[in-house]
C-alpha cells in the first residue's frame, strides 16, 4: 500500500527553466510533507516542508504547493541549475508518529 | 564528527551470515532513525529511538532484525542469518529534536549499502 506517490520517475528540465516534481498521497492523516534531495552515494537531503494547514511554503529557489482536496503536492525549482540534477523525495508525517512514508522519487536532470 | 557517520560503507554476505551495521549520529541529537531502502525505491522506516528507548520498531521486516542504542548515542542494526531480499542501502538519520517535530527534516549518514549473495 504506497501512502505516498511519485508517479514521475524521472523529468529532464533545461537550465533556467521552471522544474515542477509531483507527488500524491492518500492517507488523509499526514501533517506534515516534506521534501528530500539525494545525491549519488549520499544521504537524502532536507529541502523544504509544508504544513497540512498551509497551500504554499517558499524557500529561495524552492517553493512547496498543497493541494489537500486533491491530495497532492508539488515542488517547484526556479530557476533550475544544473546542481539541481539529483532524485528527489516526497515524504510524509503523521501526527504523533515519528517516521516518515516517502515516495519512490523522481531523477531530476537539468540539462545545459 | 558533523555529520551522521556509518559503517561500514559497503558490506557484502554470504546468505545466513550474521550483519551489524553502526551509526554514529551527531553529538547531542536525541532522536535516531534507521531506514532502508531498496534498488530504485524511497527509504522506509525501520525503527526510531529516543535517546536510549526504542520508541517505535514496527518497521523491523522480521524478527531477524534487532537494533539497540544501549548508551543514547550509538545504534547497531543487526541483521542475523541474512537473506538476499535484504540487500539494500540501510540509512541512518539524527535529530536534535524531541518528540513530533519532523516538519524540519533531520540529517542522513550515507548509508551501508549491503549485498547478499
Known amino acids: 500500500d504506497q501512502q505516498v506517490k511519485q508517479n514521475s520517475p524521472s523529468l529532464s528540465v533545461q537550465e533556467g527553466r521552471i522544474s515542477i516534481l509531483n507527488c500524491d498521497y492518500t492517507n488523509s492523516m499526514f501533517d506534515y510533507f516534506l521534501w528530500y534531495k539525494k545525491y549519488p552515494a549520499e544521504g537524502p537531503t532536507f529541502l523544504i516542508s509544508?504544513?497540512?494547514?498551509?497551500d504554499k511554503n517558499e524557500d529561495g529557489r524552492f517553493t512547496v504547493f498543497l493541494n489537500k482536496s486533491a491530495k497532492h503536492l508539488s515542488l517547484h525549482i526556479v530557476p533550475s541549475q544544473p546542481g539541481d540534477s539529483a532524485v528527489y523525495f516526497c515524504?510524509?508525517?503523521?501526527?504523533?508518529?515519528?517516521?516518515?512514508?516517502f515516495g519512490q522519487g523522481t531523477r531530476l536532470t537539468i540539462n545545459p | 564528527g558533523a555529520g551522521v557517520s556509518q559503517s561500514p560503507r559497503y558490506k557484502v554476505a554470504k546468505r545466513g551470515q550474521d550483519v551489524a551495521l553502526r551509526c554514529d549520529p551527531i553529538?547531542?541529537?536525541?532522536?535516531l532513525f534507521w531506514y532502508q531502502q531498496a534498488l530504485g525505491q524511497g527509504p522506509e522506516f525501520l525503527t526510531y529511538f529516543q535517546n536510549e528507548a526504542q520508541l517505535d520498531k514496527s518497521g523491523l521486516p522480521s524478527d531477524r532484525f534487532f537494533a539497540e542504542r544501549p548508551e543514547g548515542s550509538v545504534s547497531t542494526l543487526k541483521i542475523q542469518r541474512t537473506q538476499q531480499e535484504d540487500s539494500a542501502v540501510y540509512l541512518c538519520?539524527?535529530?536534535?529534536?524531541?518528540?513530533?517535530?519532523?516538519?524540519?527534516?533531520?540529517?542522513f549518514g550515507s548509508g551501508t549499502r549491503l549485498t547478499v549473495v
Open positions: 509544508i504544513s497540512s494547514i498551509k
Open positions: 538519520a539524527s535529530s536534535p529534536i524531541r518528540g513530533s517535530s519532523l516538519r524540519y527534516g533531520y540529517t
Open positions: 515524504a510524509a508525517t503523521i501526527q504523533g508518529a515519528q517516521k516518515l512514508v
Open positions: 553529538s547531542g541529537h536525541v532522536s
